[in-house]
C-alpha cells in the first residue's frame, strides 16, 4: 500500500524566496494494489504537487510517503522507480523528436536490463506492448511525430510497465486526448488495476474521476476536503466545495461499468 501521511508542501515565493505559499497541507490518503484513486481539485489545487512528491521529484516539507510501511527515503531511487512510475499530461514533451519514439525503451534497458539478451528484450517490450494494446509494427522504429497522442502516452504506459511497477501516478494523462483515444486509454487504466496496479489517477474533471475510481480524494486550495469510496463522495458529499464541484457536471455521473 502507497500511503501519504500528514504530506505538506511550503513553496518559497518571492523574488529572494522571502515569502511562502502552502500548496499542500497535511494531505493524508493511501492507494491500495488494484485500486484507482482519483485526485481531483481545480487549478491551483495542489494535486500535481502531490504527484510529484510521490514520483520524488519534489521533496515534501514535511509529513511521510511510505510503501507497504517504508518510509520512500529510505529507498534507492533506482529500486523506488521500479516499483512507481509516472505518466503526464502532454505526451509529446516525454520524447525527443530527433529520436525514435522507442528510444524510451532502450533507456529502460541501460538502468535496468543492461544483461538481458535482446531476444528476452524483445519478448517483454512485446509484451509490455500487448498490455497497452498496441501491436509492435504499428509503434516500434517510428518517430514521435508519426504516432498518434493516444499511442505515445500508451508507450509511456508501456514503458512503465516493463518495470512491473506497482503504482502508477496518472497525472491529467488524458486531457490532451481526443474523444475516442480517451476511452481507450481509460479502459487500459481498468484492465491495469484487474492486474494489480495501483493508480494515482490526477484530474480536475469529475466526471472522468467517477467513471474509473474505486476512492476519491478532493483537494481545495491544498487540503483534502473529502475522502471516500467514489460512489459516496458523488451521491453524499460532505464538503460544500464538493457539492459545488458536482452541481457544476450534473449529467456526467455516470460510472464506466454502467457506461460500457
Ligand atoms: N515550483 C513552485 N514554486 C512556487 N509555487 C508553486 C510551484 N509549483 C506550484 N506552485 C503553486 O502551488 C499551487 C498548487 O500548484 P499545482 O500545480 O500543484 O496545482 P494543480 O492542482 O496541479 O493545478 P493544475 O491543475 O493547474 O495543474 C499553485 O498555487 C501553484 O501556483
Not at 529520436?99 to 539478451?117: L, N, Q, S
Not at 496518472?170 to 496496479?197: F, H, P, Y
Not at 467517477?210 to 476512492?215: A, G, L, Q, V, W
Amino acid at each position: 500500500m502507497l500511503k501519504l501521511d500528514g504530506v505538506t508542501k511550503v513553496y518559497r515565493i518571492g523574488a529572494f524566496g522571502g515569502q511562502t505559499m502552502t500548496a499542500v497541507d497535511e494531505a493524508g490518503f493511501e492507494i491500495k494494489p488494484g485500486e484507482v484513486v482519483s485526485l481531483i481539485g481545480e487549478s491551483g489545487s495542489g494535486k500535481s504537487t502531490i504527484g510529484k512528491m510521490v514520483l520524488r521529484l519534489l521533496p515534501p516539507t514535511s509529513g511521510t510517503i511510505s510503501i507497504d510501511g517504508r518510509d520512500v527515503r529510505q529507498m534507492g531511487k533506482r529500486d523506488y522507480y521500479r516499483k512507481v512510475q509516472g505518466v503526464f499530461q502532454d505526451p509529446f514533451s516525454s520524447y525527443n523528436p530527433v529520436f525514435k519514439a522507442d528510444r524510451v525503451f532502450a533507456m529502460i534497458r541501460e538502468v535496468y536490463f543492461k544483461g538481458v539478451p535482446d531476444k528476452e528484450w524483445t519478448a517483454k517490450i512485446e509484451a509490455a506492448l500487448d498490455a497497452v494494446r498496441l501491436s509492435p509494427g504499428a509503434v516500434l522504429n517510428k518517430f514521435p511525430h508519426q504516432l498518434s497522442g493516444g499511442q505515445l502516452q500508451r508507450l509511456l504506459i508501456a514503458r512503465a510497465l516493463l518495470l512491473d511497477i506497482e503504482y502508477l501516478v496518472a497525472d491529467e494523462i488524458i486531457s490532451m486526448l481526443d474523444a475516442s483515444t480517451r476511452i481507450d486509454v481509460l479502459n487500459l487504466l481498468a484492465d491495469l488495476k484487474q492486474r494489480g496496479l495501483g493508480v494515482l489517477f490526477i484530474t480536475h474533471d469529475l466526471a472522468l474521476g467517477n467513471y474509473i475510481s474505486e476512492r476519491t480524494v478532493v483537494l481545495h486550495k491544498g487540503r483534502i476536503v473529502e475522502y471516500g469510496p467514489t460512489d459516496a463522495v458523488f451521491e453524499q458529499p460532505e464538503h460544500a466545495y464538493t457539492r459545488k464541484l458536482l452541481a457544476s457536471v450534473p449529467q456526467l455521473h455516470t460510472k464506466w461499468e454502467d457506461a460500457s
